[in-house]
């Protein structure tokens, strides 16, 4: 399986001017960069090629890439309209995205635990997101509201009756034809001049004019993550969600060595 993901923007609500900060992929969390830990964890899932639409500051990301010997694994497309709506993005990489088989699309500016990425390749459903019931309400949140077990309405504001609403995460895992689907969407809008519209207004009409339980969910509520949109999330990120993904993976490391000494003790035993 493949990723494809988004990693062009300026990241201007970061608060400084476009000299004094990297592309939000090359912000660094405890040594590491996002891309990173965005490598780390897909190499350890068994994804097969990651492929980064980057336009702001490429140079840096190549560079970024070179050094982390990562070269046999991620590819980079560029957006020269950067500047514009993530949609153009999304349209930069369409070739990746309908490329015959499954594939995950994330947004790059995620710190993450592992589980996350875990939860979406072993899902049962061939098209899915994720969700987060534990979020704070607010304009910036892209909801992902649920009535009946079915997705409703998918935006930053609500305009459906549901039984409970969370946060998307920005990773989704996307059938063959759903990415197709989700393509051809994305040239309609540019076709009308919407260049500004954020990338998951597409998804958002694919998904809601689907037949019904053609794209499902998986709830992550409790796991650890954070998006960086502003200065406050880059501290939130450092003092909270990294020491939280550090002890997940502390229990996860004493599960598998739990597991893997009472495998020996029944093999022992035989």
């Not at 980064?52 to 560079?63: F, K, N, P, Q």
């Not at 890439?65 to 980079?76: E, H, Q, S, Y």
């Not at 560029?78 to 930069?92: R, S």
């Not at 309908?98 to 875990?118: I, K, Q, R, T």
Request: some cysteine; proline content about 3%.
């Amino acid at each position: 399986m493949k990723v494809v993901m988004l990693a062009a923007g300026v990241g201007a609500r970061l608060g400084n001017t476009v000299k004094k900060h990297p592309p939000k992929i090359l912000l660094r969390f405890g040594g590491k960069s996002l891309l990173q830990y965005h490598i780390e964890i897909l190499r350890r899932h068994g994804i097969g090629e990651l492929v980064l639409g980057v336009g702001y500051h490429h140079r840096d990301i190549e560079c970024e890439i070179a050094a982390l010997g990562a070269r046999d694994f991620v590819r980079t497309v560029f957006n020269k309209d950067y500047q514009e709506g993530n949609i153009v993005t999304l349209w930069a990489l369409r070739d990746e995205l309908c490329c015959g088989g499954p594939v995950l699309l994330m947004d790059a500016d995620v710190l993450y635990c592992g589980e996350l990425v875990e939860r979406l390749v072993n899902s049962t459903h061939r098209n899915c997101l994720l969700i987060d019931r534990g979020f704070d309400p607010g304009d910036e949140p892209v909801k992902v509201c649920v009535r009946d077990g079915q997705i409703v309405e998918f935006r930053k504001w609500l305009s459906a009756d549901y039984d409970f609403c969370g946060e998307s995460v920005g990773f989704f895992k996307l059938s063959a034809g759903m990415a197709a689907k989700i393509i051809v969407q994305t040239d309609l809008y540019l076709s009308q001049g919407r260049r500004l519209e954020p990338y998951e207004e597409t998804i958002r009409d694919v998904l809601l004019t689907s037949p019904r339980g053609a794209f499902a969910f998986e709830d992550i509520t409790g796991m650890p993550w954070i998006e960086i949109d502003f200065a406050v999330d880059i501290e939130r990120a450092n003092a909270e969600v990294l020491p939280r993904i550090a002890a997940a993976q502390d229990i996860r490391r004493a599960a598998m060595m739990i597991k893997r000494d009472m495998e020996r003790g029944e093999t022992q035993r035989l």
